[in-house]
Protein backbone atom coordinates (compact mmCIF):
# COMPACT_ATOMS: atom_id res chain seq x y z
CA UNK A 1 0.00 0.00 0.00
CA UNK A 2 1.23 3.57 -0.35
CA UNK A 3 2.76 2.89 -3.84
CA UNK A 4 1.06 5.34 -6.12
CA UNK A 5 -1.35 7.48 -3.86
CA UNK A 6 -1.14 11.33 -4.76
CA UNK A 7 0.76 13.74 -2.93
CA UNK A 8 3.74 10.67 -0.82
CA UNK A 9 7.48 11.95 -0.12
CA UNK A 10 9.42 9.60 -2.32
CA UNK A 11 13.31 9.27 -1.36
CA UNK A 12 14.93 10.02 -4.14
CA UNK A 13 16.56 6.72 -6.10
CA UNK A 14 16.98 6.43 -9.37
CA UNK A 15 13.41 4.53 -9.74
CA UNK A 16 11.85 7.45 -7.86
CA UNK A 17 12.86 10.05 -10.62
CA UNK A 18 12.33 7.82 -13.65
CA UNK A 19 8.83 7.37 -11.91
CA UNK A 20 8.58 11.30 -11.39
CA UNK A 21 9.75 11.91 -15.02
CA UNK A 22 7.17 9.15 -16.43
CA UNK A 23 4.62 11.28 -14.63
CA UNK A 24 5.15 14.37 -15.88
CA UNK A 25 5.82 13.13 -19.31
CA UNK A 26 1.73 12.09 -18.54
CA UNK A 27 0.91 16.40 -17.85
CA UNK A 28 1.49 15.16 -13.75
CA UNK A 29 2.76 17.59 -11.25
CA UNK A 30 6.03 16.76 -9.09
CA UNK A 31 7.34 18.34 -6.22
CA UNK A 32 10.81 19.02 -6.99
CA UNK A 33 13.81 20.20 -4.70
CA UNK A 34 16.89 22.62 -5.71
CA UNK A 35 19.11 24.78 -3.59
CA UNK A 36 17.12 27.77 -3.31
CA UNK A 37 13.45 26.20 -2.14
CA UNK A 38 11.36 23.75 -3.36
CA UNK A 39 9.53 23.90 -6.80
CA UNK A 40 6.01 22.50 -8.47
CA UNK A 41 7.20 21.31 -11.19
CA UNK A 42 5.50 20.75 -14.78
CA UNK A 43 6.30 19.83 -18.45
CA UNK A 44 6.73 23.96 -19.46
CA UNK A 45 5.71 22.95 -23.15
CA UNK A 46 2.07 21.04 -21.80
CA UNK A 47 -0.23 24.47 -21.48
CA UNK A 48 -2.22 22.05 -19.72
CA UNK A 49 0.39 21.04 -17.30
CA UNK A 50 0.86 24.42 -16.82
CA UNK A 51 -2.42 24.89 -15.55
CA UNK A 52 -2.20 22.42 -13.10
CA UNK A 53 0.17 24.16 -11.35
CA UNK A 54 -2.07 27.44 -11.13
CA UNK A 55 -5.05 25.19 -9.98
CA UNK A 56 -2.58 23.92 -7.36
CA UNK A 57 -1.31 27.10 -5.88
CA UNK A 58 -4.58 29.07 -6.47
CA UNK A 59 -1.62 31.36 -8.24
CA UNK A 60 -3.26 34.48 -10.65
CA UNK A 61 -2.56 33.00 -14.10
CA UNK A 62 -1.06 36.02 -15.27
CA UNK A 63 1.96 35.16 -12.97
CA UNK A 64 4.71 33.96 -15.16
CA UNK A 65 6.75 30.98 -14.37
CA UNK A 66 10.66 29.94 -14.00
CA UNK A 67 11.18 27.52 -16.84
CA UNK A 68 14.86 25.09 -14.77
CA UNK A 69 16.61 23.45 -17.83
CA UNK A 70 19.09 20.70 -17.47
CA UNK A 71 21.68 22.75 -19.00
CA UNK A 72 22.80 25.80 -20.66
CA UNK A 73 22.86 23.77 -23.83
CA UNK A 74 19.02 23.91 -23.67
CA UNK A 75 19.05 27.60 -23.85
CA UNK A 76 18.30 28.82 -27.56
CA UNK A 77 14.82 26.21 -27.36
CA UNK A 78 13.41 29.09 -24.92
CA UNK A 79 15.47 32.00 -25.39
CA UNK A 80 15.24 33.94 -28.73
CA UNK A 81 17.64 36.41 -27.74
CA UNK A 82 20.66 35.85 -25.70
CA UNK A 83 22.58 38.87 -24.79
CA UNK A 84 26.49 37.99 -24.49
CA UNK A 85 26.79 39.03 -20.97
CA UNK A 86 23.28 36.84 -20.22
CA UNK A 87 25.14 33.99 -21.40
CA UNK A 88 28.74 34.91 -19.75
CA UNK A 89 26.35 34.82 -16.64
CA UNK A 90 24.86 31.99 -17.23
CA UNK A 91 28.29 30.18 -17.99
CA UNK A 92 29.44 31.22 -14.84
CA UNK A 93 26.66 31.03 -12.13
CA UNK A 94 24.95 27.78 -13.71
CA UNK A 95 23.92 25.53 -11.89
CA UNK A 96 23.19 27.99 -9.31
CA UNK A 97 20.62 30.38 -7.89
CA UNK A 98 20.38 32.33 -10.85
CA UNK A 99 17.95 33.30 -12.90
CA UNK A 100 17.75 35.04 -16.06
CA UNK A 101 14.93 36.58 -18.01
CA UNK A 102 14.91 36.68 -21.67
CA UNK A 103 12.99 37.36 -24.81
CA UNK A 104 11.29 33.98 -25.07
CA UNK A 105 11.02 31.53 -28.40
CA UNK A 106 7.71 31.04 -30.00
CA UNK A 107 8.18 27.66 -28.85
CA UNK A 108 7.33 28.95 -25.09
CA UNK A 109 3.34 28.75 -24.17
CA UNK A 110 1.69 31.61 -23.27
CA UNK A 111 0.92 29.77 -19.87
CA UNK A 112 4.09 29.36 -18.47
CA UNK A 113 5.08 32.97 -19.33
CA UNK A 114 1.71 35.41 -18.10
CA UNK A 115 1.26 36.33 -22.28
CA UNK A 116 4.40 38.48 -21.89
CA UNK A 117 7.48 38.10 -24.77
CA UNK A 118 9.88 37.36 -22.33
CA UNK A 119 10.50 34.18 -20.19
CA UNK A 120 12.44 32.96 -17.20
CA UNK A 121 14.80 30.63 -17.01
CA UNK A 122 17.48 28.65 -14.86
CA UNK A 123 19.58 25.42 -14.42
CA UNK A 124 19.27 24.34 -10.53
CA UNK A 125 22.42 23.28 -8.89
CA UNK A 126 20.87 20.55 -6.83
CA UNK A 127 21.80 16.49 -7.76
CA UNK A 128 18.09 15.44 -7.64
CA UNK A 129 16.87 18.66 -9.72
CA UNK A 130 19.20 18.01 -12.25
CA UNK A 131 18.87 14.18 -12.49
CA UNK A 132 14.91 15.03 -12.95
CA UNK A 133 15.64 17.55 -15.58
CA UNK A 134 18.41 15.07 -17.56
CA UNK A 135 15.78 12.35 -16.71
CA UNK A 136 12.77 14.66 -18.19
CA UNK A 137 15.50 15.88 -21.07
CA UNK A 138 13.38 19.18 -21.25
CA UNK A 139 12.09 22.64 -19.65
CA UNK A 140 10.49 22.12 -16.15
CA UNK A 141 7.79 24.97 -15.38
CA UNK A 142 8.48 25.00 -11.34
CA UNK A 143 7.36 28.07 -9.18
CA UNK A 144 7.91 27.38 -5.23
CA UNK A 145 5.70 24.49 -4.17
CA UNK A 146 3.53 26.45 -1.85
CA UNK A 147 0.12 27.74 -2.10
CA UNK A 148 0.00 31.58 -3.20
CA UNK A 149 0.98 34.16 -0.92
CA UNK A 150 2.66 31.54 1.93
CA UNK A 151 5.72 30.75 2.74
CA UNK A 152 7.94 29.03 0.39
CA UNK A 153 9.15 25.01 0.90
CA UNK A 154 12.88 24.20 2.13
CA UNK A 155 11.90 20.54 2.94
CA UNK A 156 9.75 18.03 1.22
CA UNK A 157 7.99 17.94 4.32
CA UNK A 158 6.31 21.89 3.30
CA UNK A 159 5.49 20.98 0.03
CA UNK A 160 3.26 17.95 1.44
CA UNK A 161 2.04 20.47 4.32
CA UNK A 162 1.45 23.56 1.42
CA UNK A 163 0.17 21.09 -1.20
CA UNK A 164 -0.70 17.78 -0.29
CA UNK A 165 -2.43 15.47 -2.78
CA UNK A 166 -2.64 18.59 -4.88
CA UNK A 167 0.89 16.84 -6.21
CA UNK A 168 1.55 13.40 -7.49
CA UNK A 169 4.39 12.60 -5.65
CA UNK A 170 6.90 14.90 -3.63
CA UNK A 171 11.28 14.10 -4.45
CA UNK A 172 12.31 14.34 -1.20
CA UNK A 173 16.50 16.04 -1.55
CA UNK A 174 16.62 17.23 2.01
CA UNK A 175 16.59 20.79 3.17
CA UNK A 176 17.41 23.08 0.59
CA UNK A 177 21.37 24.94 0.61
CA UNK A 178 20.71 28.59 0.01
CA UNK A 179 17.22 28.67 1.33
CA UNK A 180 15.00 31.86 -0.64
CA UNK A 181 14.24 31.92 -4.16
CA UNK A 182 17.01 32.43 -6.75
CA UNK A 183 18.63 36.01 -8.06
CA UNK A 184 16.02 37.19 -10.76
CA UNK A 185 18.27 39.17 -13.46
CA UNK A 186 15.56 40.69 -16.20
CA UNK A 187 18.10 40.95 -19.48
CA UNK A 188 15.01 41.78 -21.85
CA UNK A 189 15.59 45.74 -21.81
CA UNK A 190 18.61 47.84 -22.57
CA UNK A 191 20.28 47.46 -18.41
CA UNK A 192 19.76 44.35 -16.77
CA UNK A 193 18.06 44.77 -13.87
CA UNK A 194 17.55 42.98 -10.46
CA UNK A 195 14.09 42.26 -10.65
CA UNK A 196 14.69 39.89 -6.88
CA UNK A 197 17.22 39.63 -4.64
CA UNK A 198 19.04 36.30 -3.86
CA UNK A 199 22.24 34.73 -2.80
CA UNK A 200 24.18 35.94 -6.26
CA UNK A 201 24.33 39.91 -6.06
CA UNK A 202 24.75 42.83 -8.39
CA UNK A 203 28.92 42.84 -7.18
CA UNK A 204 29.03 38.52 -8.21
CA UNK A 205 27.50 39.67 -11.48
CA UNK A 206 29.53 42.78 -12.00
CA UNK A 207 32.43 40.43 -11.39
CA UNK A 208 31.96 38.55 -14.55
CA UNK A 209 30.31 40.98 -17.21
CA UNK A 210 32.11 44.18 -15.84
CA UNK A 211 28.93 46.70 -15.02
CA UNK A 212 26.50 46.59 -12.42
CA UNK A 213 23.39 45.64 -13.04
CA UNK A 214 20.75 48.68 -11.92
CA UNK A 215 18.99 47.46 -8.47
CA UNK A 216 15.49 48.98 -7.99
CA UNK A 217 15.47 50.75 -4.64
CA UNK A 218 18.80 51.83 -4.28
CA UNK A 219 20.15 55.42 -4.28
CA UNK A 220 22.58 56.77 -6.62
CA UNK A 221 24.97 57.13 -4.04
CA UNK A 222 24.89 53.58 -2.83
CA UNK A 223 25.56 52.70 -6.40
CA UNK A 224 28.25 55.13 -6.51
CA UNK A 225 29.70 53.71 -3.21
CA UNK A 226 29.15 49.79 -4.55
CA UNK A 227 31.06 50.88 -7.76
CA UNK A 228 33.50 51.52 -5.98
CA UNK A 229 34.15 48.82 -3.48
CA UNK A 230 32.59 50.95 0.13
CA UNK A 231 29.83 48.42 0.63
CA UNK A 232 29.93 48.69 4.30
CA UNK A 233 26.54 50.94 4.94
CA UNK A 234 24.58 50.10 7.56
CA UNK A 235 21.05 50.39 6.56
CA UNK A 236 20.43 46.43 4.84
CA UNK A 237 16.72 46.63 5.56
CA UNK A 238 16.02 49.98 4.91
CA UNK A 239 18.26 49.71 1.86
CA UNK A 240 16.50 46.54 0.62
CA UNK A 241 13.15 46.40 1.39
CA UNK A 242 10.60 49.15 -0.85
CA UNK A 243 10.26 52.19 0.75
CA UNK A 244 6.63 51.75 2.33
CA UNK A 245 8.08 48.20 3.97
CA UNK A 246 10.94 50.03 5.43
CA UNK A 247 8.66 52.87 6.98
CA UNK A 248 6.54 50.01 7.95
CA UNK A 249 8.73 47.42 8.97
CA UNK A 250 8.83 49.20 12.50
CA UNK A 251 4.94 48.87 12.75
CA UNK A 252 2.83 45.93 13.53
CA UNK A 253 1.35 44.12 10.80
CA UNK A 254 -2.29 45.39 10.05
CA UNK A 255 -4.90 43.26 11.15
CA UNK A 256 -7.41 43.57 8.00
CA UNK A 257 -8.65 41.23 6.08
CA UNK A 258 -6.98 40.71 2.93
CA UNK A 259 -3.70 41.38 4.37
CA UNK A 260 -3.86 38.74 6.78
CA UNK A 261 -5.66 35.78 4.89
CA UNK A 262 -4.53 35.04 1.10
CA UNK A 263 -1.53 37.26 0.82
CA UNK A 264 0.45 37.48 4.02
CA UNK A 265 2.83 34.93 4.62
CA UNK A 266 2.96 34.10 7.94
CA UNK A 267 -0.14 34.04 9.33
CA UNK A 268 0.96 35.63 12.43
CA UNK A 269 1.29 39.02 12.19
CA UNK A 270 4.97 39.73 12.29
CA UNK A 271 7.62 42.85 13.16
CA UNK A 272 11.21 44.08 13.08
CA UNK A 273 12.42 45.04 16.21
CA UNK A 274 16.06 46.18 17.23
CA UNK A 275 18.14 43.76 18.31
CA UNK A 276 19.09 46.11 22.11
CA UNK A 277 15.04 45.98 22.50
CA UNK A 278 14.20 42.50 21.60
CA UNK A 279 14.32 40.65 24.72
CA UNK A 280 12.54 43.56 26.76
CA UNK A 281 9.95 44.39 24.54
CA UNK A 282 9.01 40.47 23.98
CA UNK A 283 8.88 39.90 27.81
CA UNK A 284 6.75 43.09 28.09
CA UNK A 285 4.44 41.85 26.08
CA UNK A 286 3.90 38.23 27.03
CA UNK A 287 3.82 40.41 30.59
CA UNK A 288 0.32 42.02 29.24
CA UNK A 289 -0.68 37.89 28.35
CA UNK A 290 0.50 37.97 24.39
CA UNK A 291 1.71 35.03 22.73
CA UNK A 292 4.84 35.86 21.93
CA UNK A 293 7.37 34.22 18.91
CA UNK A 294 10.92 35.67 18.51
CA UNK A 295 13.40 35.17 15.76
CA UNK A 296 16.40 36.19 16.96
CA UNK A 297 20.08 35.95 15.38
CA UNK A 298 22.50 38.08 17.71
CA UNK A 299 20.55 38.58 21.07
CA UNK A 300 20.94 35.78 23.23
CA UNK A 301 17.42 33.33 24.61
CA UNK A 302 16.50 35.17 27.83
CA UNK A 303 15.00 31.15 28.66
CA UNK A 304 11.38 33.07 29.49
CA UNK A 305 9.03 29.93 29.26
CA UNK A 306 6.57 32.20 28.39
CA UNK A 307 8.09 32.62 24.76
CA UNK A 308 8.99 30.78 21.82
CA UNK A 309 12.43 32.21 21.05
CA UNK A 310 14.04 30.70 18.02
CA UNK A 311 17.58 31.34 16.90
CA UNK A 312 19.44 31.78 13.29
CA UNK A 313 23.23 32.50 12.96
CA UNK A 314 24.09 35.84 12.44
CA UNK A 315 25.75 35.04 9.00
CA UNK A 316 23.58 35.93 6.24
CA UNK A 317 23.95 32.37 4.03
CA UNK A 318 23.02 30.49 6.95
CA UNK A 319 20.35 32.60 8.05
CA UNK A 320 18.58 32.45 4.89
CA UNK A 321 18.70 28.76 4.74
CA UNK A 322 17.05 28.69 7.90
CA UNK A 323 14.74 31.45 7.39
CA UNK A 324 11.46 29.68 6.03
CA UNK A 325 11.47 26.49 8.30
CA UNK A 326 11.94 28.74 11.11
CA UNK A 327 9.17 31.28 10.03
CA UNK A 328 7.00 27.99 9.18
CA UNK A 329 7.60 26.75 13.11
CA UNK A 330 7.15 30.31 14.88
CA UNK A 331 3.60 30.31 12.55
CA UNK A 332 2.82 27.12 14.11
CA UNK A 333 3.05 27.86 17.46
CA UNK A 334 -0.10 29.77 18.05
CA UNK A 335 1.23 33.11 19.25
CA UNK A 336 -0.37 36.61 18.76
CA UNK A 337 3.06 38.15 17.29
CA UNK A 338 6.22 37.10 15.87
CA UNK A 339 8.83 39.87 16.95
CA UNK A 340 12.16 39.43 14.41
CA UNK A 341 15.51 40.92 15.69
CA UNK A 342 16.37 43.41 12.82
CA UNK A 343 18.89 42.12 10.69
CA UNK A 344 22.34 43.63 10.30
CA UNK A 345 23.15 46.38 7.30
CA UNK A 346 25.22 45.60 4.56
CA UNK A 347 25.31 44.28 1.06
CA UNK A 348 25.13 40.63 2.32
CA UNK A 349 22.29 40.92 4.29
CA UNK A 350 20.31 42.54 1.42
CA UNK A 351 17.95 39.09 -0.38
CA UNK A 352 17.14 38.31 3.58
CA UNK A 353 16.17 41.56 4.41
CA UNK A 354 13.90 42.09 0.91
CA UNK A 355 12.05 38.79 2.02
CA UNK A 356 11.78 39.97 5.67
CA UNK A 357 10.78 43.41 4.60
CA UNK A 358 7.91 42.34 2.31
CA UNK A 359 6.48 39.79 4.96
CA UNK A 360 6.50 42.29 7.62
CA UNK A 361 3.80 44.53 5.27
CA UNK A 362 2.03 41.41 4.08
CA UNK A 363 2.53 42.18 0.12
CA UNK A 364 2.52 38.72 -0.96
CA UNK A 365 5.49 38.97 -2.05
CA UNK A 366 6.90 35.57 -0.94
CA UNK A 367 4.55 33.91 -3.44
O1 LIG B 1 14.54 29.87 -6.68
C1 LIG B 1 13.59 29.97 -7.44
O2 LIG B 1 13.55 30.79 -8.36
C2 LIG B 1 12.39 29.02 -7.21
C3 LIG B 1 12.87 27.60 -7.51
C4 LIG B 1 11.74 26.60 -7.46
O3 LIG B 1 13.54 27.57 -8.74
N1 LIG B 1 11.29 29.40 -8.01
C5 LIG B 1 10.54 30.49 -7.75
O4 LIG B 1 9.44 30.62 -8.60
O5 LIG B 1 10.77 31.27 -6.86
P1 LIG B 1 8.23 31.60 -8.29
O6 LIG B 1 7.24 31.33 -9.38
O7 LIG B 1 7.75 31.41 -6.91
O8 LIG B 1 8.81 33.01 -8.50
C6 LIG B 1 9.18 33.35 -9.81
C7 LIG B 1 9.23 34.83 -9.96
C8 LIG B 1 7.87 35.46 -9.92
O9 LIG B 1 7.93 36.61 -9.08
C9 LIG B 1 7.63 35.85 -11.36
O10 LIG B 1 6.85 37.01 -11.46
C10 LIG B 1 9.03 36.06 -11.88
O11 LIG B 1 9.77 35.08 -11.24
N2 LIG B 1 9.09 35.81 -13.32
C11 LIG B 1 9.02 34.63 -13.96
N3 LIG B 1 9.05 34.80 -15.30
C12 LIG B 1 9.16 36.12 -15.51
C13 LIG B 1 9.22 36.96 -16.67
N4 LIG B 1 9.16 36.45 -17.88
N5 LIG B 1 9.32 38.29 -16.48
C14 LIG B 1 9.36 38.82 -15.25
N6 LIG B 1 9.29 38.09 -14.11
C15 LIG B 1 9.19 36.77 -14.23
MG1 LIG C 1 7.18 31.73 -5.06
Redesign the pocket.
Not at 63 to 66: A, G, K, N
Given at each position: PGAGRRGRIESSTPAAIAEAAALLRAGELVG?P?E????LAADALDPEAVKKIFAAKGRPAD????V?LPSVEHLPQWAAAIPKDALALARAFWPG?L?L?LKRTPDVPDEV??G?D???V?V?AHPVALALLRAFDGGLA????NRFGRI?PTTAAHVHEELGERVAMILDGGACAVGI??T?L?F?RDVPEI??P?AITPEDIARVIGRRPRVPGESVAETASARAGQCGDASGLAEAAAPNAAADAAQPAPRVSGALAAHYAPRTPLRLVEPALLADEAAALAGEGSRVAVLAHSTSDPRDARLSWRSLPADPAAYAQGLYASLRALDGVGADLILIEALPGGPGWRAVADRLGRAAVGSGAT?
Open positions: MTTVYGHPLIHPTITGQTVGRPAPSASESIDSLRGD
